[in-house]
């Protein structure tokens, strides 16, 4: 855990020793964001490492809660990235909204563990402005076989 007293998110992200990755345009015909005024809309980052290697799996098949876990903080960190790039972490006012896919099994129930993982790298990193409404929601199967997939709304600076 960071310094929660530090209020530059690069130094926070820094502390717990991890850098954004490049991610690049979306591969299909959507945007990565979309901005209206103060809100912005983040389309879905899936659990993919900065190698380009995507973590696949179904928590309580083939993947275990901690690799879910493990998961939805890569994934969080690309949501991060794309935050960074849309209008740069120092301007965010609130992650208002995280939705968390998590592929599982039928019988798996512990997606809200799993999702706890990308709540807690954006608190660390965005301090108070990282404490945010979820949604933690099993799925069948996720694009590319992620094994986490999320999105987020978040409220912005206006003038930036």
């Known amino acids: 855990m960071t310094d929660t007293n530090t209020h530059d998110p690069q130094l ?12 690049g345009a979306p591969a299909y015909a959507y945007e990565a964001w979309t901005r209206h005024r103060d809100i912005l809309y983040l ?20 993947a275990t809660v901690a690799e879910a876990s493990a998961a939805a903080e ?7 990235a794309r935050i960074d790039q849309a209008v740069g972490l120092g301007h965010v006012r609130q992650i208002l909204k995280l939705n968390v896919w998590v592929a599982s099994d ?3 129930t512990d997606q809200p563990t799993a999702a706890e993982a990308a709540s807690r790298l954006l608190i660390d990193v965005l301090g108070d402005a990282g ?6 929601l099993p799925a069948h199967v996720l694009p590319k076989n992620a094994l986490v997939e999320l999105d987020a709304t978040v409220a912005v600076a206006v003038n930036e």
């Open 43 to 62: 389309s879905g980052q899936i659990s993919r490492a900065a190698d380009g290697h995507v973590l696949t799996g179904r928590a309580g098949a083939d």
């Open 106 to 108: 039928a019988d798996f």
């Open 12 to 23: 926070r992200l820094a502390g717990r020793q991890l850098t954004l990755p490049d991610l």
């Open 131 to 136: 404490r945010h409404a979820r949604t933690a």
């Open 74 to 80: 890569t994934a969080a960190l690309n949501l991060l």
